[in-house]
């Protein structure tokens, strides 16, 4: 659980020495925005919106595979945190590489299900973190603060319908996986990557790299 982090003395000595001991916890920030849920709600009753956002969500199986891992939700736009370790010791998506196969294969689904009309199309952004620390401003709630979150956030800008934004660091730990596995370099997902491209992001000093997979 998160470190809260609370004192009402400005300048309370002990708050810095707390936040001195809040160890990193890196790990996997993912951004899953459902789109057209705006407009949707200006052109169709509240029983037809609610329904579709009902089973977009139902749909989406890491929402199921990591409930605790969900950070927050603002709008239809869900966070999840999955530090390194808890993501290893899953039974299902143990790897970077596995976290991908399954957002790619859950958008792809959604975007060539059979039945029309019955779901929404999503974008998602993606990035393996180093700088992010387990801490909370609110008593009894699990949050994650740091630069790397800041960047998840600002990779979404980048993201479109059926569309993966992943970051260079995601992308790397990704090729270790593949490696370790014996996996080809363009086995499933993969053989959809652009190459890399590098861009400046507002509050960020320096260029981001980052790549796209479009289902």
Same mark, same amino acid.
């Given at each position: 659980?998160? +470190?809260?982090?609370?004192?009402?003395?400005?300048?309370?000595?002990?708050?810095?020495?707390?936040?001195?001991?809040?160890?990193?916890? #890196?790990?996997?920030?993912?951004?899953?925005?459902?789109?057209?849920?705006?407009?949707?709600? *200006?052109?169709?009753?509240?029983?037809?919106?609610?329904?579709?956002?009902?089973?977009?969500?139902?749909? &989406?199986?890491?929402?199921?595979?990591?409930?605790?891992?969900?950070?927050?939700?603002?709008?239809?736009?869900?966070?999840?945190?999955?530090?390194?370790?808890?993501?290893?010791?899953?039974?299902?998506?143990?790897?970077?590489?596995?976290?991908?196969?399954?957002?790619?294969?859950?958008?792809?689904?959604?975007?060539?299900?059979?039945?029309?009309?019955?779901?929404?199309?999503?974008?998602?952004? &993606?990035?393996?973190?180093?700088?992010?620390?387990?801490?909370?401003?609110?008593?009894?709630?699990?949050?994650?603060?740091?630069?790397?979150?800041?960047?998840?956030?600002?990779?979404?800008?980048?993201?479109?319908? *059926?569309?993966?934004?992943?970051?260079?660091?995601?992308?790397?730990?990704? +090729?270790?996986?593949?490696?370790?596995?014996?996996?080809? #370099?363009?086995?499933?997902?993969?053989?959809?990557?652009?190459?890399?491209?590098?861009?400046?992001?507002?509050?960020?000093?320096?260029?981001?790299?980052?790549?796209?997979? +479009?289902?």
């Amino acid at each position: 659980m998160a +470190q809260w982090i609370h004192d009402k003395d400005p300048r309370s000595p002990e708050i810095t020495r707390l936040l001195q001991g809040v160890p990193k916890c #890196p790990g996997v920030c993912l951004f899953i925005d459902i789109t057209d849920s705006t407009w949707i709600k *200006y052109h169709e009753p509240f029983t037809r919106w609610g329904q579709k956002l009902n089973n977009t969500f139902n749909f &989406i199986s890491l929402l199921n595979d990591f409930p605790d891992n969900i950070v927050k939700g603002i709008g239809d736009e869900i966070m999840l945190y999955i530090p390194e370790g808890e993501l290893h010791r899953k039974t299902t998506f143990r790897t970077c590489f596995a976290l991908l196969e399954e957002i790619y294969a859950t958008l792809d689904n959604i975007k060539n299900f059979p039945v029309d009309g019955l779901f929404l199309p999503c974008k998602v952004a &993606i990035h393996y973190c180093t700088e992010v620390y387990n801490i909370t401003f609110l008593e009894g709630y699990n949050d994650y603060y740091g630069k790397d979150v800041d960047l998840s956030a600002r990779l979404m800008s980048k993201a479109k319908p *059926y569309r993966i934004v992943l970051s260079e660091k995601f992308f790397q730990k990704v +090729q270790e996986d593949i490696a370790a596995e014996k996996i080809s #370099p363009e086995h499933g997902c993969l053989k959809f990557v652009t190459e890399k491209y590098i861009e400046d992001f507002k509050g960020v000093p320096r260029p981001v790299e980052y790549r796209i997979i +479009q289902v």
